[in-house]
T-cell receptor, first 111, second 112 residues
Framework: QKEVEQNSGPLSVPEGAIASLNCTYSDRGSQSFFWYRQYSGKSPELIMF????GDKEDGRFTAQLNKASQYVSLLIRDSQPSDSATYLCAVLMEYGNKLVFGAGTILRVKS | EAGVTQSPTHLIKTRGQQATLRCSPI?????VYWYQQALGLGLQFLLWYDEGEERNRGNFPPRFSGRQFPNYSSELNVNALELEDSALYLCASSLDLSEKLFFGSGTQLSVL
């Protein structure tokens, strides 16, 4: 079982729709969770982080965490073509000594 | 404020050679992380340095090694290069792992 798993996609959504990106992780003791966005040919940049169960909202982005189900998601409201990128889920392992990334989900927003 | 800088941008080597990649963290950051991103794959954790010490390494063979200097810059060395080592090598820095990682632009290593 991979430590962090994501559906590789591509996930295609029309402009203005909600994009839902999902991630599961294996380490039940993990405490910190991050979403990075990576445009083609560029390096990853952090867009959201979440530490507690529930939802965290920042503009058009909402991160959701369910530790019991070992599941974290990212919702992008009012998706724009500029949101088209690969979204990487990253999980800080329990002992805080390794940040593990998923393989990423490709998102395509069509105008 | 300067971001994370990596050099060289591109590196072409042949099988069996050695490669040295360099990284300068953001000023004030003491932790440096190295990741390998092969085509179509996610970021694979390579090494973590903090305060000059290796804190953790990923599941890579010993020919992947590195060090961190007193000014917190870091080197990644790959010995006895193999074709499958061709990838983008990303360096990131932060104050610590629970904080946001800032990534450099990467070094694209091609092994022929």
């Amino acid at each position: 079982q991979k430590e962090v798993e994501q559906n590789s996609g591509p996930l295609s959504v029309p402009e203005g729709a909600i994009a839902s990106l999902n991630c599961t992780y294996s380490d039940r003791g993990s405490q910190s969770f991050f979403w990075y966005r990576q445009y083609s040919g560029k390096s990853p940049e952090l867009i959201m982080f979440i530490y507690s169960n529930g939802d965290k909202e920042d503009g058009r982005f909402t991160a959701q965490l369910n530790k019991a189900s070992q599941y974290v998601s990212l919702l992008i409201r009012d998706s724009q073509p500029s949101d088209s990128a690969t979204y990487l889920c990253a999980v800080l392992m329990e002992y805080g000594n390794k940040l593990v990334f998923g393989a990423g989900t490709i998102l395509r927003v069509k105008s | 404020e300067a971001g994370v800088t990596q050099s060289p941008t591109h590196l072409i080597k042949t099988r069996g050679q050695q490669a040295t990649l360099r990284c300068s963290p953001i000023s004030g950051h003491t932790s440096v992380y190295w990741y390998q991103q092969a085509l179509g794959l996610g970021l694979q954790f390579l090494l973590w340095y903090d305060e000059g010490e290796e804190r953790n390494r990923g599941n890579f063979p010993p020919r992947f090694s590195g060090r961190q200097f007193p000014n917190y810059s870091s080197e990644l060395n790959v010995n006895a290069l193999e074709l499958e080592d061709s990838a983008l090598y990303l360096c990131a820095s932060s104050l610590d792992l629970s904080e946001k990682l800032f990534f450099g632009s990467g070094t694209q290593l091609s092994v022929l």
